[in-house]
């Protein structure tokens, strides 16, 4: 792939921040602005329960405790809550940017920088002119991949009631690479925010790239990545390169390898996991195994429960909270 480097080796983010990301002929839009949706009511959908029968575990689900024997397992007494608050939280599109700068609450720290404002009753002085929801400072947590990795599909699968078949499309979904041009925000339950980032790779351009870094680099408000590997492909040079530039800027990280139900050579996946180094790593990020669809042979969304209750912790969430914001019925 022309544009990229040879070595994962990064003397400094800001060279790694313009080398991963490849430039292609799709120029990103120069004039692209903060997009706020308007508040309309959306239509309930009704979603049809599952139809497979109940088959044996794949032998990759085992992964989630065999590579996380230095975490404690989540209990059912954690787990049941926290599903729970998924199904009936309440997941809203609040805005879509292309630079770092238009994310409504950086936009109005700039603006009123330097100037005196009333903590007691709010936090910026003046009259704003953005609604107080969208910067009220929620926790927020990204997700990172190469294009097509299956971050909005992954979105939409924790955002899913467990006996539902089909996703909810919180998140658009295509499967054509590069569909995610800009950072998109989700908030979930009114309690913490999910970031759904562009894809770095084919069908990707250097402001994406940029906007993405600046992110991980600059937002107070995130709590910790998420770096999506489709398990089927296994790490790209791209990939081992994000994560050294988390760990030189000190950014907590965890790897979600995605389409697990698409690895027909199990062996060969967990040399590759070695093979990358992660399990050397002197704190070693959670390994969550995820599939991308339910069939006949995998008829569970297997890891789900896994790493929402990992999006609990990075937000120091109790797992009992409820959201504030519901689904309407």
């Known amino acids: 792939m022309r544009g990229f480097p040879t070595s994962i080796q990064v003397r400094n983010s800001v060279s790694l921040a313009k080398s991963i990301i490849l430039q292609t002929k799709n120029s990103f839009p120069t004039d692209a602005k903060m997009i706020i949706p308007k508040k309309t009511q959306k239509p309930t959908k009704i979603l049809k329960p599952h139809r497979f029968k109940s088959t044996q575990e794949p032998e990759w689900a085992k992964f989630n405790d065999q590579y996380n024997e230095h975490y404690s397992a989540p209990t059912i007494s954690q787990l049941n809550p926290i599903n729970h608050y998924f199904n ?11 630079s770092f700068a238009d994310i409504p609450s950086e936009w109005l720290k700039d ?3 330097g100037q005196e404002s009333d903590k007691v009753t709010k936090r910026f002085p003046g009259k704003t002119y953005v609604p107080f929801e969208l910067v009220n400072e929620l926790p927020e947590v990204i997700f990172l991949g190469r294009t097509n990795a299956g971050k909005s599909t992954l979105l939409n699968n924790i955002t899913t009631v467990f006996q539902h078949a089909t996703l909810e499309k919180s998140a658009k979904m295509s499967s054509k690479a590069g569909f995610t041009k800009t950072l998109n925000c989700f908030n979930i339950g009114n309690r913490f925010r999910l970031i759904d980032s562009p894809g770095y790779g084919f069908n990707s351009s250097a402001k994406q790239g940029d906007v993405t ?9 995130l709590k910790r990545s998420y770096l999506l590997i489709p398990g089927d492909k296994g790490f790209s040079d791209l990939d081992l390169g994000i994560i050294e530039f988390m760990r030189e800027n000190g950014i907590p990280f965890e790897i979600v390898f995605t389409k697990m ?12 996991v070695t093979a990358s180094g992660i399990l050397n790593y002197p704190t070693l990020p959670q390994l969550i195994f995820v599939n991308s669809a339910i069939t006949k042979t995998c008829s569970k969304r297997y890891g789900i429960d896994r790493l929402r209750f990992s999006l609990f912790q990075s937000c120091s969430l109790n797992p009992l909270v409820k959201p504030t914001k519901k689904k309407v019925n």
């Open 88 to 98: 009936i939280a309440d997941v809203t599109y609040e805005w879509s940017v292309a």
């Open 261 to 272: 139900d698409r690895v027909r050579n199990l062996t060969n996946f967990k040399e590759m």
């Open 213 to 221: 870094m600046e992110y991980l680099r600059e937002r107070k408000e």
């Open 111 to 113: 603006k009123y920088r």
